[in-house]
């Protein structure tokens, strides 16, 4: 930590639209890692010292991870890194009691693990001190050093998936370097980029309009979401982080194969238009909006509460409902879209937030209505005629509205409090999760935390000696029963834990 201190240089880095539109959630994995080591070697496994030092010789190239969050009363913000008062990472070495072959027999169920691995949640909130840590690391040594879990959460404020695993990369290479008894290789300092301005040069001039769905839920002036845009984030995420725990959320794995997926898609060729080719995100993405919309509708999610925080939760919604008007008759699915390559910065080392939301609107009596080809088929042609449309000149126009709109940010928090059948889907199948290689192997699992949002669904990477995805589905317990008897869901999905 003294190399890092001693040369990081102080700067402040102005956020953008787009790092304030995912800045209310965290980015957190666990990955799990085995001794394989033969006998004589098995206490070189994973040494702490290395790992520490490794990571702080990566912060170095992130250091915009040291930094402290300030944002004005209207959404704009900035991550000041001041040197002689820096913002560190948490960093926390244990112990625990499990070893890593009851781990391997339980399908890496969660409830073995530590129970203080996991030191956030996935809204970004402020520590004990009132500071918003921008990342948090717990590095877990199981039973007789028999494997590490490797906890890992930053803060969405100031990067995506990419910039997460680009970070991981470089903290794994440095690791590896320096275990390395031969030295063969030398890893060379990488400069990435934090310059938000490199997402507005790539807009092009060309513009087309944003899609009524859109402009309705993100640019229409609403008081809630005002507030919630003026109050500092340490308080917005305690107030969200309140709201979350409302709803009792219960998360599940589950594993869809290609096979099932393939089988799908051929079964669903009558009834998609011309030559429209789903794509596999397309067909997960419908069939679990459909099934968590059904399972709102089911027997066990009508059992009205009367404890007091679903009577508060109906309060706050009732009085949203008067600040956001409620479509009642219409369901979006929120598909969160990378847009790099959509404006032709794939390959810069960009590690910003370059996610957007694209909204998929369906009458909500389709989503309701029991599971059907045709049903899927209609809902899975609005996801890809809607990821289609994600265009540069859509794009362009939809950043510069928010620019123009800074607390726009806010507004689909209104709207998940006060709509409860709303989806999230994020893809994160792409990630290079499983590469990771810190010098004594890959990981054998990578999973999110226990739950994420309400309603929201994670498109996982599977190990690379299996096919098809992991899904990771969080939604309210009442909601998750009827999922777990939905025969349509299980007849596609697989339940891991």
């Not at 994995?29 to 033969?38: D, G, M, P, Q």
């Not at 029991?370 to 540069?392: F, G, H």
């Amino acid at each position: 930590m003294e190399h890092f201190t001693a040369n990081v240089k102080s700067q402040t880095i102005e956020l953008a639209v787009l790092d304030t539109l995912s800045s209310f959630s965290n980015i957190p994995f666990i990955y799990h890692f085995e001794n394989t080591a033969v006998a004589d070697k098995r206490d070189l496994f994973m040494p702490a010292d290395a790992l520490r030092a490794s990571f702080y010789k990566a912060l170095l190239e992130f250091p915009v991870l040291a930094g402290h969050l300030h944002m004005d009363s209207v959404g704009r913000g900035s991550i000041v890194v001041d040197r002689n008062n820096l913002n560190l990472p948490e960093y926390r070495e244990t112990t625990c009691d499990v070893h890593f072959n009851e781990l391997k027999a339980a399908d890496y169920n969660w409830g073995l693990f530590p129970k203080d691995l996991v030191s956030v949640c996935v809204v970004t909130t402020a520590g004990a001190d009132g500071v918003i840590k921008l990342a948090n690391v717990h590095c877990a040594r199981l039973r007789d050093n028999s494997g590490m879990l490797i906890f890992v959460n930053m803060s969405h404020y100031v990067v995506d998936g990419v910039g997460f695993c680009a970070f991981m990369d470089r903290w794994a290479k440095y690791c590896t370097q320096a275990c390395d008894e031969h030295a063969g290789t030398v890893v060379e300092r990488r400069d990435f980029l934090f310059n938000r301005s490199i997402v507005n040069k790539a807009l092009p001039p060309s513009r087309r309009p944003t899609h009524a769905a859109t402009a309705h839920l993100f640019f229409v002036p609403r008081l809630a979401a005002s507030a919630l845009a003026w109050i500092s984030p340490a308080l917005r995420g305690r107030i969200m982080s309140i709201i979350a725990s409302m709803g009792k959320p219960e998360a599940h794995m589950f594993h869809i194969s290609k096979e099932r997926l393939e089988a799908l898609r051929h079964s669903l060729r009558d009834y998609i238009p011309g030559d429209l080719r789903l794509s596999d995100n397309d067909l997960i993405a419908s069939l679990a909006s459909m099934t968590i919309v059904n399972g709102i509708r089911g027997p066990e999610s009508r059992q009205r509460s009367s404890g007091i925080l679903s009577r508060l939760k109906s309060m706050c919604s009732n009085v949203l409902g008067r600040l956001f008007v409620k479509t009642k008759d219409e369901h979006i699915t929120f598909v969160i879209a990378d847009i790099r390559h959509r404006l032709g910065i794939s390959d810069c080392d960009y590690t910003g937030n370059c996610v957007i939301p694209q909204l998929v609107v369906n009458p909500l009596r389709r989503m309701e209505t029991p599971a059907s080809l045709e049903s899927y088929a209609l809902v899975a042609s609005r996801m890809r005629a809607a990821v289609q449309d994600l265009d540069a000149p859509y794009i362009s126009q939809f950043v510069e509205t928010l620019n123009n709109h800074p607390s726009s940010f806010a507004q689909p928090l209104v709207y998940t409090i006060n709509h409860p059948e709303k989806v999230f889907v994020t893809n994160q199948s792409r990630f290079p999760l499983y590469d990771l290689n810190f010098g004594f192997g890959t990981p054998v699992w990578v999973s999110p935390i226990p739950h994420s949002a309400i309603n929201f669904v994670k498109v996982m990477p599977v190990h690379p000696s299996k096919t098809g995805y992991n899904i990771h589905m969080t939604t309210t317990r009442n909601t998750m029963r009827n999922i777990l008897s939905n025969q349509s869901w299980l007849q596609l999905a697989t339940l891991i834990f």
